[in-house]
């Protein structure tokens, strides 16, 4: 029978594997960050001083938190959208293409489907997100049944087509007449719109992601097909002689992992721009593939690592402004954390039987 560790991300199944990561996990972020910090004082600037104003202007004021949690939706959902298929050992790097088809799909509802109240519009823009990024998501793996294509690079290059398919549309069909030739289609009517929290643009889309972390939990966990999933990412050969159709939930958990990113565009284009546009995305799908890794594929660590994202992601921009340094600053500190925390893990890592 294959170990724990031999399946993608199953440290967190026991208390001792998860208190173990979380552990070198933190240990990790601290190093990153004092990494960085000796970045800054050799470029001579007070890293103290710097971090101070990062966070003050990040959770230390209500602007600041409520960004964070806008940015933390799309990490979270697109997060989900690489765990999940990654349980069963796939890569999936097409949640940025995905979210895209989900913005399109959701977009249609709201442009065509309209009228409805609130209360009905927003579930039903919701499926909408879920049944495009799930299609987007089919289409790499109609590309490996029929012709072995590697998922890897279907979805990877699936996230340039994406953009240019939702070009097609707001340049062309979708284009709204009267936005003084700018490119994104109507605004949507307001039972289209996800409602905001406190005068801010945090908005209820946020119940999104807590839905789909305690699910994901939940069958993965819970669920004798969770134990399957579970089964097929540490042994998909053994799984198959057992009888378990491994081709269906290979199937299935990618489908439903892009149906998760598509739900991401939907509360982009509902919860913050209120119409679909170019670039609506901003990479931000390549983010959650990176908070997904970060939090071992674990629902619940993938919180912890969407937050994490999202607080160095608001407070590059803050960089700029009290430390005078580029954007890409943001990039160099990401990086850091990404590396020291796989670092760290190898390191410190204990084989489970």
């Known amino acids: ?36 910090g000796v970045f800054m004082a050799v470029t001579g600037r007070d890293p103290l001083e710097v971090y101070g104003k990062v966070f003050q ?23 989900l959208a690489t765990a999940l298929p990654a349980r069963v050992g796939l890569i999936n790097v097409g949640g940025e293409g995905q979210r895209y088809a989900g913005a399109w799909a959701a977009t249609g509802a709201a442009l065509f489907l309209a009228g ?23 289409l790499a793996m109609v590309l490996r049944i029929w012709r072995g294509v590697n998922e890897v690079i279907s979805t990877l290059l699936l996230n340039f087509v994406a953009v240019l398919f939702v070009n097609v549309f707001v340049f062309g069909p979708w284009k709204n007449e009267g936005g003084f030739g700018y490119p994104y289609t109507e605004n949507f009517t307001p039972n289209a719109i996800l409602p905001t929290i406190a ?35 540490g042994n998909p050969d053994a799984a198959q002689r057992r009888g378990i159709p491994t081709a269906r939930y290979l199937l299935i958990a990618m489908l ?17 721009q209120h119409h ?13 593939f990176l908070a997904s890794w970060l939090g071992e594929h674990n629902p619940i660590a993938i919180v912890g690592a969407g937050f994490l994202l999202a607080l160095v992601f608001v407070g590059g921009d803050l960089l700029q402004f009290s430390a005078n340094l580029p954007s890409a600053a943001m990039n160099i500190l990401i990086g850091l954390i990404l590396f020291m925390v796989l670092g760290f893990r190898r390191w410190g890592g204990v084989r489970r039987t």
């Not at 031999?6 to 996990?25: E, K, N, S, Y």
């Not at 202007?57 to 997060?79: D, H, N, W, Y």
């Not at 439903?256 to 913050?272: H, R, T």
């Open 57 to 79: 202007g990040t959770l230390g004021s209500k602007i600041g938190l409520s960004e964070v949690g806008v940015r933390m939706i799309p990490f979270v959902l697109t997060a």
């Open 116 to 138: 409805g109240p609130l209360i009905t519009m927003i579930p039903l823009m919701v499926l909408a997100g879920f049944l495009g990024g799930a299609a987007w998501a089919g």
């Open 256 to 272: 439903v992992g892009g149906g998760i990113a598509g739900i991401a565009g939907m509360a982009e284009v509902s919860g913050i």
């Open 276 to 288: 679909l546009r170019p670039g609506i995305s901003n990479n931000f799908g390549f983010m959650g």
């Open 199 to 233: 005068a801010t643009r945090f908005h209820w889309g946020f119940v999104l992601p807590v839905v789909g972390v305690i699910a994901v939990y939940f069958v993965l966990k819970k669920t004798s097909w969770g134990y399957n999933i579970r089964a097929i990412g």
């Open 1 to 36: 029978m294959a170990s724990v560790s031999a399946v993608p991300g199953a440290a967190w199944l026991t208390a001792d594997g998860a208190i173990q990561m979380l552990l070198r996990t933190v240990i990790a972020i601290v190093a990153a960050f004092l990494i960085f």
